[in-house]
Every structure is written in C-alpha cells, then in structure tokens.
C-alpha cells in the first residue's frame, strides 16, 4: 500500500508576489501524519499545464489521497469544493496569458464531478478547531476548477480519493490592503494539516 500524500497549491498570480496556497502546502512537505508521508508539489497557474503536471506526477507516485489547494480571494474561511465543473471562462488572463471564455473542458465528460474528500467532515473538524471554515458548491471557473476537473476525471474507477481545497489570502500578505479577508499563513497551514488528518481517516 502507498503511504504517500500528495498536496499542492499553485505559484503566485494575478500580480501577487506570493500564493499562501503554495507556501502552506510546502510547510506540511515531509511530514508525517497518521503514519503517512506528505509530500507537497507547486503547480504553475496556466491552465493545461497544472492539470498535466499533476496527472504526470499521480502516474509516477501513485500516491494514497491528492488534494489540490489555491487561493480565493474575497473568502475569509477555508472552503472544501463540493464539485468541479466541466467549463472554462478566465475572469482575467493565467500566468502564460491563456485566457478561455465559456469553453468545455472535456467534451462528452460529464457536466461536474463531485469531491471524493469527505467535504462536511472536513469542515466539521476545522470549525471544532477554531478555524473558519465552509464548504464551497464550485471551484469557480479559473486554472483551480479546471485542475480539479481533469484531477477528478483521470481518478474515476482509480480509489484514489482526491479533492480540492480552497483556501484565504495570508494575512502577512495583505497587510497592506486593510480590510481584505484572510487569514494568518500558521491558520492554513493548520487547516491543511487538519483536512489531511480527517481525509485519511476515510481510507
């Protein structure tokens, strides 16, 4: 049986100097949890290319449980995505300026595909945590909806449980934009931590 986690979050975008999605993520790489190793993978924010480079990496590892992070902002919670949706349309350009408007992902696939993380418990366990927390319905429709949908596309019928997570922008980062939601960088890290705990104990 692979012990492996794999997690990831994205290189920074949209004129950020940092991602707390990455910076996070490569905090928990190495460690071990319920006697898993976590292994932590940055993924370029370019549509295309973050989906091949992790299904490329899945292939290689195999790894036991996948989950995807990025960053939402305006959202002051960590929120799990309930479902990917098979459609396309960039609010503003990626990082290698692809920038696809009302477009199918995969023909003939199907229109969403649920999380096969346990969404609600996750949830459940970070607000007993003292960390906000809500579950999302969509991962939108930027670089972080399609890595979830072609991810949860290439498992189908796999039994490798996978998902994404969304998470604030870091406090240390938007220090200078009052008002902004966030929430300290120690917090996602944290939440992460916790959302890997509770994902494998339904392994």
């Not at 976590?38 to 292939?59: E, G, Q």
């Not at 999302?136 to 796999?158: D, P, T, W």
């Not at 240390?172 to 916790?194: Q, Y």
Request: overall charge positive; charged content about 15%; glycine content about 8%.
């Amino acid at each position: 049986m692979n012990t492996q986690v794999l997690i990831t979050g994205f290189e920074p975008f949209g004129g950020d100097a940092q991602n707390p999605s990455w910076q996070a993520c490569a905090a928990l790489n190495g460690l071990q949890i319920n006697g898993y190793s976590v292994r932590s993978v940055c993924l370029p924010t370019a549509f295309n290319a973050a989906a091949l480079k992790l299904l490329r990496d899945i292939a290689r590892t195999a790894p036991a449980l996948v989950i995807a992070t990025g960053v939402a902002g305006g959202r002051s919670e960590i929120t799990p995505e309930r479902f990917a949706l098979n459609f396309a349309d960039a609010r503003i350009p990626d990082n290698r300026g692809r920038q696809p408007r009302e477009r199918t992902l995969i023909r003939g696939a199907p229109l969403a595909y649920a999380s096969s993380l346990p969404v609600a418990r996750i949830v459940e366990q970070l607000r007993a945590s003292g960390i906000p927390a809500s579950v999302s319905l969509s991962a939108g429709a930027f670089v972080c909806n399609e890595l979830s949908y072609r991810l949860l596309h290439a498992l189908q019928g796999k039994g490798i449980p996978a998902g994404f997570i969304h998470v604030p922008y870091a406090s240390e980062h938007v220090a200078d934009r009052p008002g902004t939601a966030s929430l300290p960088l120690a917090t996602i890290t944290r939440a992460l931590h916790i959302t890997i705990e509770t994902s494998l104990m339904s392994l």
